[in-house]
C-alpha cells in the first residue's frame, strides 16, 4: 500500500512530480492539461493551490515553498536491494 504526504491524491502528486521533472518552479495551465492522468484531470491544480502547494499566476501556476520542501524529499523503498535481515548479516560477516 503507498500513503501519499500531506492527504495528497495520485493526480495531484504526478502534477508535483512534473514541476520536478522539468525543473520548473512555474507551469502553464496548457503544460498541467498535458501531463497524463489516468484518472481524468484538471482539477489538481486547483486542490493543489487549496492545500497551499501552488499559486496561481498569470496563465500558470507556480510551487510555494511547501510544494518545493515536498519535493526536494527523493523517497526509496526501505527494503531496496534485498531483506534488512540479510543486509545485516553480511555487516557483520
Do not use: C, W, Y
Not at 522539468?22 to 498535458?34: G, M
Not at 496561481?56 to 520542501?69: C, H, I, M, Q, V
Request: no cysteine; net charge negative.
Amino acid at each position: 500500500m503507498i500513503i501519499f504526504p500531506n492527504g495528497l491524491t495520485t493526480q495531484e502528486l504526478r502534477v508535483l512530480q512534473e514541476f520536478r521533472r522539468l525543473n520548473a518552479e512555474t507551469l502553464t495551465v496548457e503544460q498541467i492539461k498535458a501531463i497524463k492522468h489516468p484518472a481524468g484531470g484538471g482539477e489538481a491544480p486547483a486542490s493543489l493551490a487549496g492545500k497551499g502547494f501552488l499559486v496561481a499566476e498569470g496563465d500558470g501556476f507556480t510551487t510555494t515553498a511547501k510544494a518545493r520542501e515536498l519535493l526536494s524529499f527523493d523517497p526509496v523503498p526501505e527494503f531496496e536491494g534485498g531483506s534488512g535481515a540479510d543486509e545485516a548479516a553480511g555487516d557483520d560477516a
